[in-house]
């Protein structure tokens, strides 16, 4: 059974903060991908990687940036933290080279005061 | 790059009834089509997909409709039940992650 986690459920974070959310998938799936979620947008792609060390920008990549060093770890780095920025964080995983089912975490509500 | 319409972006319905979802898509190339459910404060979850080669795959209540020439695909959920009340998000080119913008369904008991 696939397990994707992600490092908090919750986080309050202040306007011009660093924040990190991470993100693990135990079954050695080569994509992974990083959305946020907000009402009536649906799901917006981030960033995504294909392998180790390798990202591509999604379609909102502005004030993000990712890093993905370990195969089952990728990392969404928001550099200075904006009120903008709160939202619903999903990470998701899936394996291969062809277009296969993704995998989701249980999401990160982030609040950036 | 790819595009992503999804209608509507609200549904409700009768415990019983059928319930339809429609997703247009932009990119010819695209040929994996999936379907997710999110219930409320869960993640998503893959329910159905059809692959381009295939017109039309059924689960039990559950089925999904292509038409590649018209660049359509449909969600059909038929004796629908309370626990069908979900947000349903339709996607193309998984790979890349392109989702429509989701359909809440409300199912009236």
């Known amino acids: 059974d696939v397990k994707v986690t992600q490092s908090s459920r919750y986080l309050v974070k202040r306007t011009g903060e660093k924040v990190f959310l991470e993100c693990v998938q135990d079954m050695d799936h080569e994509n992974m991908f990083w959305y946020r979620q907000d009402p009536g947008l649906g799901l917006r792609l981030i960033y995504f990687s294909y392998d180790v060390k390798m990202k591509e920008k999604g379609d909102i990549p502005e004030g993000y940036s990712v890093s993905r060093e370990k195969k089952e770890r990728f990392s969404l780095i928001l550099e200075s933290a904006s009120t903008n920025q709160t939202s619903m964080y999903l990470c998701?995983?899936?394996?291969?080279?062809?277009?296969?089912?993704?995998?989701f975490g249980p999401g990160t509500r982030l609040l950036v005061l | 790059g790819e595009n992503v319409e999804q209608h509507p972006s609200t549904l409700s319905v009768q415990e019983g009834d059928s319930a339809v979802i429609k997703c247009t898509y932009s990119d010819s190339a695209s040929n994996y089509f999936p379907w997710y459910k999110q219930e409320l404060g869960k993640r998503p979850q893959l329910i159905i997909d059809i692959r381009s080669n295939v017109g039309e795959k059924k689960d039990q209540r559950i089925a999904v409709t292509l038409n590649k020439t018209a660049k359509h695909f449909s969600l059909h959920i038929t004796e629908t039940q309370p626990e069908d009340s979900a947000v349903y998000f339709c996607a193309a080119s998984i790979r890349r992650g392109t989702f429509g913008t989701g359909t809440k369904l409300q199912v009236i008991p």
């Open positions: 998701a995983s899936s394996r291969g080279q062809q277009q296969e089912t993704q995998y």
